[in-house]
């Protein structure tokens, strides 16, 4: 890392605050006493648009844990999630085409929620894995949210795709508690715990049908505002939004034009991003798949340029990785796009 390089952990919002003083009340607990433990009121925690440290959401949560002695009240605050309480970010997900886009918009776009960790989504024959990277707390504070966020992700991915999700395996990164049994019955599928990492695998084609609230239009304009809030809350901590949107001003032409508009060296910026665990290359082709359905919605655009747009030298390798991508090809999905416009 440079030698003055100095990472500032953003304001985060404190609905997941909110949300846990909901559970307290669900369990016929007062979360009064937590609310002045830590200083924030029931009032300032229900009041829209509220920030808070990371820090303060600590420990609140070390306050309320202790408090309630509920072996189960991460699985229970987790069950309260839908996409609706994550504004555009959690709409962006239900107007995706399939839970693998989904699931991809989460992955960029996570640092719109208020979780403590990452999205990884990983491709392997025909399995999907869906990894929650640990960058977590300690002690109590670790055990709560990591089950919290498996929770959020399989709750939110059962909603949007509007049936129960057809889990393989789940694995968890903590020992068995005795609730375990209320997670076992609602997937219906091997968990194995005191696992090396948190993660569920689905099969990849249960990954691919398409999604009830699918809406191209919709999506592309949800991704757009998703961007745009990740650039303006983003500063150095999150230095890949800064690279995609000098990946999109140098209009795909290569990591040099990038590092040009963004005055800095190839090996700083690949750098930044890997301690960010993300490449330059892997940025790109998200973004390009973003832009691909926005640039194909504009009929005045022939696909020659909207391969173009996107930096590739060929139409025909755009359509060879917008096939992969998506299943289908781009006048295919220009064809669906025309007809939802005329409906």
């Known amino acids: 890392m440079d030698k003055n390089h ?3 952990a953003p304001l985060r919002p404190a609905l997941g605050l909110q949300l846990l003083c909901q559970t ?19 009032q300032f925690l229900e009041t829209p648009g509220q920030l808070i440290s990371k820090h303060q959401e600590i420990r609140f949560i070390e306050a309320a844990i202790a408090f309630s002695g509920r072996d189960d009240l991460a699985f229970r605050v987790g069950m309260r999630y839908h996409f609706g309480v994550f504004g555009v970010w959690g709409l962006a997900l239900a107007t995706s085409r399939d839970l693998l886009q989904a699931l991809e918009v989460a992955q960029d776009f996570i640092v719109l929620t208020h979780s403590f960790a990452g999205l990884r989504l990983h491709q392997r024959k025909h399995l999907a894995e869906i990894r929650i990277e640990q960058d977590y707390p300690g002690g109590a504070v670790k055990a709560f949210v990591l089950e919290r966020d498996l929770m959020i992700t399989l709750m939110i991915a059962s909603e949007i795709a509007g049936r129960r999700l057809p889990v393989e395996s789940v694995d968890v990164a903590l020992p068995e508690p005795a609730h375990s049994a209320l997670l076992n019955r609602l997937l219906d599928c091997k968990v194995r715990w005191n696992s090396g990492d948190t993660k569920a695998c689905i099969r990849i084609d249960e990954l691919q049908k398409p999604l009830p609230q699918a809406n191209s239009l919709t999506w592309s304009a949800c991704v757009r505002q ?32 990038v590092c040009e508009l963004m005055q800095t060296s190839e090996r700083s910026l690949r750098r930044r991003l890997q301690e960010e665990n993300t490449s330059f290359r892997e940025i790109q082709q998200n973004l390009r798949r973003e832009l691909a359905e926005q640039f194909l919605a504009d009929a005045s655009l022939s696909l020659d340029q909207v391969a173009e747009r996107l930096g590739y030298s060929e139409p025909a390798n755009f359509c060879h990785a917008f096939r992969k991508w998506t299943g289908q090809t781009p006048g295919q999905l220009r064809r669906q796009l025309q007809e939802q416009a005329g409906d």
């Open 24 to 42: 307290l009340d669900e369990l016929g607990l007062d979360a009064e006493p937590v609310c002045a433990d830590t200083g924030l009121s029931r």
């Open 6 to 8: 100095k990472i500032e």
């Open 226 to 257: 998703c961007r745009e809030l990740v650039a303006r809350q983003g500063g150095d901590r999150h230095y890949a939004s800064q690279v995609k949107e000098a990946i999109a001003r140098a209009r795909f032409r290569g990591i040099g034009a």
